[in-house]
């Protein structure tokens, strides 16, 4: 007979009911509710062990799935995750892919619902996104071309030490040359950190920073001795605009991930915080993937600089149709029995003055330009450019 319109839990159990009777044979109670005797035996049993329950309908997915993610690879996915709590579905998969799976490697996807089944990801906040800069910064397309640095926000230890961490990158392959905790933000603290790293691989053409001390100041040549010694070393020293820390996006990106790694929270003391540092360092360089290298680490994009770092810097050379001047301890240069101030970073050094116009001379320190000297105003103001420059 055909099912009647009824659940199909109570029908089944009507088939049980009836059976009970011995009023049926199987085979003849089988072809009054139209199933096979096979269907009929296996509702009996499913009662028998499970009561009403058990004769409702059940999944018909398959108990083993033939493209399963094997046990055995899901661990090793949480200990991945384990040992970098920070890490994602991309660069999780990329570690297992470098470290040789035994089995086969399962997608981005596949690892992400991993590690949401585990309660391991975190759901991030949207936030709304300022419109890029169209500032001309130099775009790096192959290692030491440009350079980034910068201090990720001060902190303190445990103790009570502050920590002001100094980070230099490279734009092109994200290596992470110095993550060093300073005594103070400044020239003196900066200068041996740089200079060790220059030692170590090469100089760059440009070095992009903000606008805060020590990279620069809110004078006419915006010069400080930090960048004054960069430009006396042949590296172009790039700013980005004020307030606008995306256009450093890449080493802000990474200043992210340092503090979370490593100051959240901070560690007991000054040097157990740098030896943080370093552990995060040696990661992010050799272990950590990174999206935008196609899921290689950093030290296999990075190439030494081709530009030794100078133990002694030659002497500036200008042209030999400028003027020359030389910079007093005070940041001033003489000219016609007065003084004009220039800045106090190049106290010492000689600048050049190219005449441009009647009274008018574009001001240089090596290649970089401070600014337009106006004989008439005794006074340096900031480069620009325009049509009368050349006249």
């Not at 590296?235 to 080493?251: A, L, S």
């Amino acid at each position: 007979m055909p099912w009647k319109e009824c659940a199909v839990t109570e029908q089944r159990f009507r088939f049980i009911e009836d059976w009970r009777t011995d009023d049926w044979t199987m085979a003849e109670l089988c072809r009054f509710y139209d199933v096979t005797r096979a269907t009929g035996y296996k509702w009996l049993a499913r009662y028998e062990v499970g009561g009403l329950a058990a004769l409702g309908d059940r999944s018909r997915a398959p108990l083993h799935h033939p493209n399963q993610l094997a046990a055995e690879m899901e661990e090793r996915i949480i200990a991945v995750r384990a040992a970098h709590p920070r890490w994602g579905a991309p660069k999780i998969r990329a570690r297992i892919e470098r470290d040789g799976p035994s089995l086969g490697l399962p997608a981005e996807s596949t690892i992400g619902a991993v590690l949401q089944r585990h309660g391991l990801t975190v759901a991030r906040k949207r936030r709304a996104r300022s419109r890029p800069s169209e500032a001309p910064l130099a775009h790096a397309s192959a290692s030491n071309q440009v350079w980034s640095a910068d201090f990720k926000g001060w902190f303190r230890t445990q103790d009570g030490a502050r920590i002001d961490p100094l980070t230099i990158t490279d734009n092109f392959s994200r290596y992470l040359f110095r993550c060093q905790s300073v005594a103070a933000p400044d020239t003196a603290h900066c200068r041996p950190v740089f200079q060790a790293a220059f030692r170590e691989f090469g100089l760059p053409r440009v070095i992009r920073t903000d606008n805060g001390a020590p990279f620069a100041t809110n004078g006419e040549s915006g010069l400080t001795a930090l960048s004054a010694w960069w430009i006396k070393l042949g590296i172009v020293p790039e700013r980005i605009q004020p307030g606008q820390p995306q256009q450093n996006g890449r080493h802000e990106r990474m200043h992210r991930t340092l503090k979370q790694e490593t100051a959240s929270p901070p560690a007991a003391n000054r040097r157990r915080q740098q030896a943080r540092f370093d552990q995060f360092r040696r990661e992010y360089n050799h272990q950590r993937p990174h999206q935008a290298l196609g899921q290689r680490t950093p030290d296999c994009c990075y190439e030494p600089s081709p530009r030794p770092y100078p133990e002694r810097l030659a002497p500036l050379q200008y042209p030999s149709d400028w003027q020359l001047r030389q910079v007093s301890p005070g940041g001033q240069m003489r000219w016609a029995n007065q003084y004009v101030f220039v800045s106090h970073a190049l106290a010492g050094e000689p600048v050049g003055l190219e005449q441009i116009g009647d009274r008018r001379w574009r001001v240089w320190f090596s290649f970089h330009e401070i600014g337009l000297f106006e004989e008439s105003t005794l006074r340096i103001r900031r480069p620009t450019r325009s049509p009368d420059d050349s006249k």
